[in-house]
């Protein structure tokens, strides 16, 4: 019984951590227009609360394509 609880306990903290620097690096290195107070409170409730923080910041700003890059196409655009 004890193993058992053990391991889901593990389970748990290395998805929390995952979930931490998957956020942590995301924010940091692809996020470039988001502002830096958005920045640090994303670090900060993922740090907290983990794969939950995660999941919301999933859907909330990479689905949605919040504050990445657009990228134009040149070959479409035309300047007569």
Known sequence: MFDITLGIWTFIWVLNIASFLWVTYDVITRQRYMPDSSRVLWIFMAFLFGSFVALIYALEVKLSR????????EDKIRVW
Do not use: I, P, S, T
């Open 66 to 73: 919040k504050y990445e890059e657009v990228e134009l196409k």
